[in-house]
């Protein structure tokens, strides 16, 4: 069940439509979700709620022209769910490609996600320390 509402977050974030409902959005995450990009390089920051998610699909569009997330693997604990990902796009500016490997830790509550934390580019075992230090 959280893989594939990982899957999910990861898809609307890919969503091309202006706009995703709150209660699409309700199906994946809390109301009260936080999605912590503070260890990325371009706009660093964590957003909150449903607006916070908009926010981030405009950020994502406005750094990058094309953006695609790919799983590499899952490994779960409890409640939280660490994520390895590889990101491919091209940035806005200056077209750079970009096609890098990072984690993400994904914690949930009652079936949906509460909370995100970007760990950037990192190595499996880093991400599994980081993964075993929130718990």
Known sequence: MKHELIRRAYALADDPREDV???ELAEVYAPDVVIDMSARVFNPKAYRGYDGLREYRIDL???WDEVVFDVDEFIEEGDRVLVMTRMRGRGRAGRVPIDERGAGIWTFRDDRAVHH???GPISRDDALAALR???
Do not use: V
Request: charged residues 35%.
């Open 133 to 135: 230090a929130q718990s």
């Open 117 to 119: 934390l970007f760990l």
């Open 21 to 23: 409902p709150d209660e």
């Open 61 to 63: 569009r406005e750094t």
